[in-house]
């Protein structure tokens, strides 16, 4: 049977059933940190735990002498940011390597230099977990947090996953007033949470493109509006290419500062 083990704060192993990583399951959890502690430790998707597992064990030959994160990756960022960044899933070789999103691999330079480039990141590079990077009013997650195989999360997985990010985004609400998408998987995958969490989100649901800008009326007396933008991803598919250029990303992301409040003083 699947698994999810949440650590209390005394450091006890509480397992729960697959079917328990819901927003109800997931209710008494009161802090992001905690939030953070507890998704490190689930186990709910057997192929992406055999996955992230194998991966960390056999490694990639040019960090053989590393020792993997290979876990969960939780979201990145503090607990109160006004901005939320939403990818697909952690990669074999980054996140699930150094257990920071977008962390050590080609898309997190793409990405965190635009955030440097923007003022939401204090530096543009993203080696280790240790580096000292921290971002400005800014979380960056995602609505898979195992590194899956060919980087695809399964439709199933996705929806298995999405307790942690209904309780995130609860948990972020009160300050959250802008989120950046990368990539029509995390646009499909959001929509529907942000729907389920207090948003109206128009039917039938925007479609994503890149430069996409959606203004989300609150559903419920204890939120308020969100702009979400879409954005292509940060994957080398795209930016080897040119389909997603460093002015692209930038531009989009200047757009959700400006509107999170995160602008230049
Ligand atoms: S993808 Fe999400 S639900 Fe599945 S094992 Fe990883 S953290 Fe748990």
Redesign the pocket.
């Known amino acids: 049977m ?1 698994r ?1 083990v949440t650590r209390s704060s005394a450091g006890s192993s509480r397992p729960l059933s ?1 079917e328990g ?1 819901s927003h109800s399951s997931l209710a008494t959890i009161n802090t992001l940190s905690q939030l953070d502690a507890a ?1 490190a430790n ?4 057997p192929r ?2 055999t996955w ?1 597992e194998r991966v960390a064990i056999e490694k990639r030959a040019a960090y053989a002498g590393q020792t993997y994160w290979g876990r ?1 990756v939780p979201g990145f960022g503090p607990a109160d940011a006004a901005l939320l960044i939403v990818g697909l ?1 952690p990669a074999a070789h980054g996140a699930n390597r150094t257990g920071r999103m977008f962390t050590g691999d080609r898309s997190g330079d793409v990405l965190y230099a635009a955030l440097h480039t923007v003022g939401l990141a204090n530096q543009p590079t993203s080696m280790h977990a240790g580096d000292g990077l921290a971002l400005r009013g800014t979380r960056i997650t995602a609505p ?3 590194a ?1 195989p060919e980087n695809k ?1 399964t439709p199933g ?1 996705r929806d ?2 999405r ?2 990010l209904d309780r995130e985004l609860d948990l972020l609400a009160p300050t959250l007033r802008a989120v950046v998408v990368l990539g029509g998987f995390g646009w499909q995958a959001l929509l529907p949470v942000l729907a389920g969490a207090g948003w109206a989100v128009p039917r039938p649901r925007p479609v994503f493109s890149h430069g996409v800008q959606v203004t989300l009326d609150a559903a419920r007396p204890d939120r308020v509006p969100l702009i979400v933008f879409g954005s292509y991803h940060v994957s080398q598919q795209n930016t080897f290419t040119g389909r997603l250029t460093p002015a692209m990303l930038c531009e989009v992301l200047r757009q959700a500062a400006n509107a999170a409040g995160l602008g230049p003083d």
């Open positions: 699947c999810v697959a990583v998704l689930c186990r709910a998707c992406l735990v992230r969960p899933a898979v947090h195992c899956p999360p997985e298995t996953c307790g942690w």
